[in-house]
């Protein structure tokens, strides 16, 4: 090739690089948890048992396939730290709805959550699974919701 040609050519190629993503050697594509919630406007989540590694990065997608107005029959997904009292959390949540049925003197106890949603809509959250193995509960917080058994358990292992 001839001198002008090279150079051309390794100037298209910088500026063709220059337009692509570039990902960053440690950045992780998180395993991505599907779960429904309300099928048949039951108050119940599809899964209720998640296996995690230790720091495994995850994407937990929620999904509300009810009919039901938000106000009668939100869902939303809590995922609290082991050892929590998710009783006595969804307890304190029903007394909050200004805060999104999240308990502001208890906050300190969630891991990960996604916020309430009406009928057909999908939230999301991506977080590192805690480093500790233990048993992480999760639950709806919406008022009731917890007691009927909306409810489930991320297994670290």
């Known amino acids: ?4 040609t090279t150079a051309l050519v390794f100037l298209a190629a910088a500026i063709f690089a ?14 991505v948890i599907r779960i429904r919630a309300a099928i048949g406007n039951a108050v119940k989540f599809d899964v209720t ?3 995690m590694a230790p720091g495994e990065l ?16 939100g869902h939303d997904w809590v ?5 929590s009292d998710a009783a006595a959390f969804a307890a304190a949540a029903a007394a909050e709805p200004g805060n999104g049925y999240l ?3 208890m906050k300190d106890q969630v891991v990960a959550f996604i916020p309430l949603l009406g009928p ?5 959250v991506t977080f590192t699974a805690p480093g500790v193995p233990g048993q ?7 008022p009731g919701h917890y007691i009927i058994g909306m409810k489930g358990v991320v297994v670290v292992k």
């Open 136 to 142: 992480y509960p999760f639950l709806c917080t919406f």
């Open 79 to 83: 995922l609290l730290k082991a050892g």
């Open 49 to 51: 048992s998640i296996a």
């Open 18 to 31: 220059g337009s692509l993503p570039v990902r960053a050697a440690d950045e992780a594509t998180p395993r």
């Open 58 to 73: 995850v994407k937990v997608v929620l999904t509300n396939v009810g009919t039901l107005p938000k106000n009668v029959m």
């Open 120 to 124: 057909r809509e999908t939230g999301e």
């Open 1 to 4: 090739m001839k001198p002008k």
């Open 103 to 105: 308990p502001a003197r």
